[in-house]
Protein backbone atom coordinates (compact mmCIF):
# COMPACT_ATOMS: atom_id res chain seq x y z
CA UNK A 1 0.00 0.00 0.00
CA UNK A 2 1.24 3.17 -0.91
CA UNK A 3 2.32 5.65 2.04
CA UNK A 4 -0.12 8.54 2.66
CA UNK A 5 0.14 12.26 4.28
CA UNK A 6 -2.56 13.37 6.11
CA UNK A 7 -4.33 16.63 5.16
CA UNK A 8 -5.72 18.83 7.53
CA UNK A 9 -8.89 21.55 6.88
CA UNK A 10 -10.97 23.31 8.77
CA UNK A 11 -14.60 23.58 7.39
CA UNK A 12 -18.19 24.62 8.21
CA UNK A 13 -19.57 21.52 9.99
CA UNK A 14 -22.88 21.96 7.94
CA UNK A 15 -20.83 21.98 4.61
CA UNK A 16 -19.12 18.84 5.86
CA UNK A 17 -21.78 17.15 6.55
CA UNK A 18 -24.35 17.88 3.37
CA UNK A 19 -20.91 16.29 1.52
CA UNK A 20 -20.29 13.70 3.42
CA UNK A 21 -24.00 13.05 2.69
CA UNK A 22 -23.58 12.89 -0.56
CA UNK A 23 -20.47 11.10 -0.94
CA UNK A 24 -21.93 8.41 1.11
CA UNK A 25 -24.83 8.04 -1.42
CA UNK A 26 -21.98 8.02 -3.94
CA UNK A 27 -20.03 5.29 -2.02
CA UNK A 28 -16.53 7.58 -1.51
CA UNK A 29 -15.14 7.79 1.63
CA UNK A 30 -14.79 11.96 1.94
CA UNK A 31 -10.56 10.90 1.95
CA UNK A 32 -11.12 9.58 -1.67
CA UNK A 33 -13.35 12.70 -2.99
CA UNK A 34 -10.26 14.94 -1.70
CA UNK A 35 -7.90 12.89 -3.36
CA UNK A 36 -9.91 12.76 -6.31
CA UNK A 37 -10.16 16.58 -6.11
CA UNK A 38 -6.48 17.02 -6.18
CA UNK A 39 -5.68 14.66 -8.67
CA UNK A 40 -7.73 16.86 -10.55
CA UNK A 41 -5.57 20.20 -9.70
CA UNK A 42 -2.83 18.30 -10.72
CA UNK A 43 -3.88 17.15 -14.27
CA UNK A 44 -5.61 20.58 -14.66
CA UNK A 45 -2.74 22.29 -13.33
CA UNK A 46 -5.62 24.46 -11.60
CA UNK A 47 -8.68 23.98 -9.91
CA UNK A 48 -11.00 21.27 -11.51
CA UNK A 49 -14.10 23.70 -12.01
CA UNK A 50 -14.74 27.15 -12.99
CA UNK A 51 -14.43 29.52 -10.19
CA UNK A 52 -16.26 33.01 -10.75
CA UNK A 53 -18.59 35.03 -8.88
CA UNK A 54 -22.00 34.47 -9.51
CA UNK A 55 -24.14 36.33 -11.52
CA UNK A 56 -26.52 36.90 -9.25
CA UNK A 57 -27.18 35.98 -5.66
CA UNK A 58 -29.17 32.78 -5.25
CA UNK A 59 -32.83 33.10 -3.64
CA UNK A 60 -33.59 32.27 -0.02
CA UNK A 61 -37.20 31.45 0.81
CA UNK A 62 -36.94 34.57 3.62
CA UNK A 63 -35.90 37.08 1.29
CA UNK A 64 -38.82 36.74 -1.11
CA UNK A 65 -42.50 38.14 -0.90
CA UNK A 66 -45.54 35.29 -1.51
CA UNK A 67 -46.14 36.73 -5.01
CA UNK A 68 -41.83 36.73 -5.84
CA UNK A 69 -42.20 32.80 -4.29
CA UNK A 70 -45.09 31.76 -6.32
CA UNK A 71 -43.47 33.95 -9.35
CA UNK A 72 -40.42 31.57 -8.77
CA UNK A 73 -42.63 28.57 -8.29
CA UNK A 74 -44.20 28.91 -11.28
CA UNK A 75 -41.31 29.57 -13.35
CA UNK A 76 -39.73 26.63 -12.25
CA UNK A 77 -42.75 24.61 -12.98
CA UNK A 78 -43.29 25.91 -16.23
CA UNK A 79 -39.39 24.92 -17.14
CA UNK A 80 -39.50 21.90 -15.57
CA UNK A 81 -42.94 20.75 -18.11
CA UNK A 82 -41.37 22.97 -21.03
CA UNK A 83 -38.41 19.50 -20.24
CA UNK A 84 -35.98 22.07 -18.85
CA UNK A 85 -34.77 20.06 -16.40
CA UNK A 86 -31.76 17.41 -16.13
CA UNK A 87 -32.75 13.70 -14.04
CA UNK A 88 -30.18 13.75 -11.12
CA UNK A 89 -28.68 10.28 -12.56
CA UNK A 90 -27.69 12.37 -15.40
CA UNK A 91 -26.22 15.44 -13.12
CA UNK A 92 -24.19 12.81 -11.32
CA UNK A 93 -23.06 11.08 -14.52
CA UNK A 94 -21.95 14.37 -15.88
CA UNK A 95 -19.63 15.14 -12.68
CA UNK A 96 -18.32 12.05 -12.52
CA UNK A 97 -17.26 12.48 -16.04
CA UNK A 98 -16.12 15.76 -15.82
CA UNK A 99 -13.54 14.91 -13.09
CA UNK A 100 -12.34 11.97 -14.75
CA UNK A 101 -14.41 8.62 -12.55
Given amino acids: MARTSNVFARVEP???NQAEAILNELGIPMSNA???VLK???LQRGLPFEVKLPSSAPLAFGSLSEKQFNAEIEASFNAYRAGEHQDAAEAFADIERDIGL
Fill in 40 to 42: QVI
Fill in 14 to 16: EVK
Fill in 34 to 36: IGI
